[in-house]
């Protein structure tokens, strides 16, 4: 995937995690960021829009963050019904498409 | 209460041809861009196709640019992607989305349905 996330995430119940994204110019580094949330089985779940704002309903302990080129996700007070996949995404002026990173499978100790 | 329903999948052969649907309620659908997005067996999320809301803008993966065709009919709240010579890659999970723009914002999203491909 052009942006970039770890395969992987974990931690304990309390703690928080932070997914990170890396793209380019051409992609975060001039358009905004989204995240999204797939449960196991379910489709996904927008999760942050425009870099850093939660849709209605989408708990606080969930925030994003933009700096250059790269992005992250941070859930703070980590629960068990945390633990999906998570995915970042942007549109890409080169490429005319909408990216998605590879994907973070986020696991709960 | 907005609802994308997807149909039309199923299994089909590899240079065959499939039709998907989304019936979208709850929301007037002319006034938003609509997107395709696809998800093969234990893999990640892939974008397929974006459509404006007159239907006159459109951008597609490198991938199925010639094969696969977004279309939309505001009057029966339907979108839909016409998906020619299929390929074994083209299984998937497809999913409709209701997009705010031409980026990567998508708010709503349907259920999906699975298209194989195999002889």
């Known amino acids: 995937s052009v942006l970039t996330q770890p395969p992987s995430a974990s931690g304990t119940p309390g703690q928080r995690v932070s997914i990170t994204c890396s793209g380019s110019?051409?992609?975060?580094?001039?358009?905004?960021v989204y995240w999204y949330q797939q449960l196991p089985g379910t489709a996904p779940k927008l999760l942050i829009y425009?870099?850093?704002q939660r849709p209605s309903g989408v708990p606080d302990r969930f925030s994003g963050s933009k700096s250059g080129t790269s992005a992250s996700l941070a859930i703070s007070g980590l629960q068990s019904e945390d633990e999906a996949d998570y995915y970042c995404?942007?549109?890409?002026?080169?490429?005319?498409?909408?990216?998605f990173g590879g994907g973070t499978k986020l696991t709960v100790l | 209460e907005v609802q994308l329903v997807e149909s039309g999948g199923g299994l089909v052969q590899p240079g065959r041809s499939l039709r998907l649907s989304c019936a979208a309620s709850?929301?007037?659908?002319?006034?938003?861009?609509m997107t395709w997005v696809r998800q093969a067996p234990g893999k990640g999320l892939e974008w397929v196709a974006n459509?404006?809301?007159?239907?006159?803008?459109?951008y597609y993966v490198d991938s199925v640019k010639g094969r696969f065709t977004i279309s939309r009919d505001d009057g029966k709240n339907s979108l839909y992607l016409q998906m020619n010579s299929l390929t074994v890659e083209d299984t998937a999970v497809y999913y409709c989305?209701?997009?705010?723009?031409?980026?990567?914002?998508?708010?709503?999203w349907g259920q999906g349905i699975l298209v194989t491909v195999s002889s």
């Open positions: 459509i404006r809301q007159d239907g006159r803008e459109l």
């Open positions: 110019s051409s992609n975060i580094g001039v358009n905004h």
């Open positions: 995404a942007a549109w890409d002026d080169k490429l005319y498409a909408v990216l």
């Open positions: 989305a209701r997009a705010q723009d031409y980026g990567a914002h998508f708010d709503y």
């Open positions: 709850g929301f007037i659908s002319s006034t938003y861009w």
């Open positions: 425009v870099n850093d």
